[in-house]
């Protein structure tokens, strides 16, 4: 029997970067995982490989409609076998990296899938390993709907999608959350005809409606359909098409819409089952998280849940994040995660970040705040690169002026965010960023625009 400090239970981004940080601390560290490589769903079927497909696919709009202008002729010819082939690389670069980090800091690999037994004891396969720690870390899958059987050929989850043996020429996507707007991009870019059904009335729940509104009109305009406001009921398939069934919510009518391929995006579910033998009475929450308290730590003592399988948004940053918290906390460090400014990303054309307070939660909390808006239209390099729809916000205290949100749609969004969350990391006002000598040309003078909006106003407005 092998003894540990630490057993991690997964490899995904949570499990995979608590071990490291973990072994960098000086703790002997193992890691059970029972897929046939590292990285968990974010490099295997998730992050990774959609982005890869949203660069490939963003390439060729780009070649299509963008080229000419700039004086090239090309006549770009999609080969999906070949794109698929490039996106599977780029997997294997990122899942043998992380098997090269692990050896580098001298993790153990158990290879399988693994069980917590006892209170310290995890058992893998058939061997039974002593850890002083153990952290869960097994991550989410995708949740399907009653009524809507998934096969991954014609009604597929983000996993099917991202592996479909041909482009569909008409593709129905359930749900416009953050991976239905992503994959439905891809395919939309890839010629099918693509339509997104949505239960509420407006695209990505959550998120500044502004901001929302102006995707959901951007989308459209790249042939990607919406029917808002509709619950589904149901799908099937015979000879291989789709047949999806869902209901107006506004008149209860009901309708039918037929699809080579239907892609089920309606959020995801932790994966608990198995994780902890019955007797040890692993407590869950009502929607099936592990219950933790703040410093990540269940029921069982000496057993700790990150990422996906515990509350919060369910993004591989955030259990990467609290990995890190969670190892220097074994470590005896002090460690925290500050929620409030934990960034999220859609990798649409444009893409969209956000970070902090939405205008709705401000509006809803009654706090007196002011908005600095900035349009890409006014910045030089963004119309360089036929990038100029969408806008930055800043959204500042009207009293002081420290920032408190920021949502950005536009080129290289998920980039430009992070220096408004490093600013309100410090407390920033909305000045700091104003005065900030910033490189000209870039985008991200747009950022700074929007910051002396706050104020006396933009220059290039
Ligand atoms: P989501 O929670 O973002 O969106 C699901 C959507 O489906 C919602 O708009 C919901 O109203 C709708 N819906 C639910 N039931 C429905 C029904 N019966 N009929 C019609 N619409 C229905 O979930 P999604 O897109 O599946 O993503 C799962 C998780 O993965 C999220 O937490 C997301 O943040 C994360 N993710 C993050 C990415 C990123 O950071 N770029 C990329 C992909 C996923």
Redesign the pocket.
């Known amino acids: 029997m092998a003894e540990f400090d630490l057993i991690v239970i997964g490899a995904g981004p949570g499990g995979y970067v608590c071990a490291i940080r973990a072994a960098q601390l000086g703790l002997k560290v193992a890691v059970a995982e029972g897929s046939e490589t590292l990285g968990g769903t974010c490099l295997n079927v998730?992050?990774i490989p959609?982005k890869a497909l949203l660069h490939a696919t963003h390439s060729l709009r780009e070649a299509e409609e963008n080229f000419a202008k700039m004086g090239l002729s090309v006549k770009p010819k999609v080969d999906w076998a070949g794109m698929r082939g490039y996106k599977d690389e780029v997997i294997g670069q990122n899942t043998s990296g992380i098997e090269f980090l692990f050896k580098k800091n001298k993790i153990t690999w158990l290879k399988g899938w693994a069980e917590i037994v006892a209170a310290g004891q995890v058992r893998v396969g058939e061997e039974t390993h002593q850890a002083k720690s153990i952290v869960i870390a097994s991550g989410?899958e995708?949740?399907t709907?009653p009524g809507v059987e998934v096969d991954e050929k014609v009604i597929v989850t983000?996993t099917g999608a991202l592996a479909l043996a041909k482009i569909p020429a008409t593709l129905a996507v359930?749900?416009?959350?953050?991976?239905?707007?992503?994959l439905g991009s891809v395919y939309a870019r890839l010629g099918s005809k693509v339509t997104v059904?949505?239960?509420?009335d407006t695209?990505?729940?959550g998120m500044d409606a502004e901001i929302a509104r102006t995707l959901q009109r951007l989308l459209k305009r790249q042939g990607i359909d919406f029917t808002l406001g509709?619950?589904?009921?149901g799908a099937s398939v015979k000879g291989g098409k789709a047949t999806l069934s869902?209901k107006l919510r506004k008149d209860d009518s009901e309708h039918e819409i037929t699809a080579d391929c239907v892609l089920?995006?309606?959020?995801?579910r932790p994966v608990t089952a198995g994780v902890a033998a019955g007797p040890l009475g692993l407590k869950l929450t009502e929607r099936g998280q592990i219950e933790t308290d703040a410093g990540f730590a269940t029921n069982i003592p000496g057993v700790y849940a990150i990422g996906?399988v515990r509350e919060g948004?369910?993004?591989?940053?955030k259990a990467s994040d609290e990995g890190v918290a969670l190892a220097e906390i074994l470590a005896g460090h002090k460690a925290a995660v500050n929620y409030d400014l934990i960034p999220?990303?859609?990798?649409t054309t444009p893409e969209v970040a956000s970070v902090g307070k939405t205008q709705e939660a401000l509006k809803a909390e009654g706090r007196a705040y002011k908005t600095g808006k900035f349009n890409f239209m006014g910045n030089g390099r963004a119309k360089a690169m036929f990038a100029g729809d969408g806008f930055v916000k800043i959204l500042a205290d009207k009293e002081t002026d420290r920032i408190l949100g920021c949502h950005i749609i536009g080129p290289s969004a998920g980039e430009l965010i992070h220096e408004v969350c490093v600013a309100m990391e410090f407390g920033a006002a909305a000045e700091d960023i104003a005065r900030t000598c910033h490189a000209h040309p870039t985008v991200s003078e747009a950022v700074r625009e929007a910051a002396m909006a706050c104020g006396d106003g933009p220059i290039h407005a």
């Not at 059904?197 to 509420?200: A, F, Q």
């Not at 999220?344 to 990798?347: A, D, L, N, R, T």
């Open positions: 998730g992050c959609s989410s995708p949740s709907l983000s359930i749900g416009a959350g953050v991976i239905g707007l992503e059904i949505e239960y509420l695209i990505t729940p509709a619950a589904v009921q869902y089920v995006a309606t959020g995801r996906d948004p369910m993004l591989a940053h999220s990303v859609i990798y």
